[in-house]
């Protein structure tokens, strides 16, 4: 019988795993958007690949993304603290702890906006599909999945940021 040795943890307090050191891949202008969001990458801490999982907080005023749908990635949200609301391309929701929603891929473009004065904690589950697009309806933003699994951000027109 063969022992693995991991250096991978089997469990951990999902509160205790460091905050992404860097906020937010977007480029300015929408980098600054994203300062009243903290993600911690908790499915990175146990070495999945498959899919993502991070426990997400947006303090009062904060976004978790800019309003956006993927051509490939499914994702899965769900509500553990706080009254944030869900902007879609179609209508806004007020969700509240024990909620949850999903986006299938091509689906509505969706974001959460932290409008209240407490902190707003969620779960956040999303595939890691090779070949994602991001489109923004909003904004003047467009994003590709790199080879490399990073997002490559453009203009609409194609110019670079």
Not at 2 to 16: I, L
Not at 64 to 70: E, T, V
Not at 148 to 158: A, N, P
Request: hydrophobic residues 30%; charged residues 25%; negative net charge.
């Amino acid at each position: 019988m063969t022992n693995h040795v991991t250096s991978k943890p089997f469990a951990v307090t999902a509160e205790n795993v460091p905050p992404r050191s860097k906020p937010s891949n977007y480029p300015e202008p929408f980098f600054t958007r994203m300062e009243k969001r903290e993600k911690r990458q908790l499915g990175d801490v146990f070495g999945l690949t498959s899919f993502g999982v991070n426990l997400t907080k947006l303090s009062p005023g904060g976004e978790s993304a800019l309003l956006h749908r993927h051509s490939k990635q499914e994702e899965f949200i769900f509500i553990m603290a706080g009254e944030p609301t869900l902007v879609t391309d179609t209508d806004e929701i007020r969700l509240c702890p024990g909620m949850c929603a999903g986006f299938p891929a091509q689906g509505v473009a969706h974001q959460l906006v932290n409008r209240t004065d407490e902190d707003v904690t969620y779960l956040e589950i999303g595939d890691r599909v090779n070949g994602d697009e991001g489109s923004y309806p909003n904004d003047d933003i467009q994003a590709v999945q790199g080879a490399d699994g990073g997002w490559i951000f453009t203009h609409k027109d194609g110019q670079p940021y």
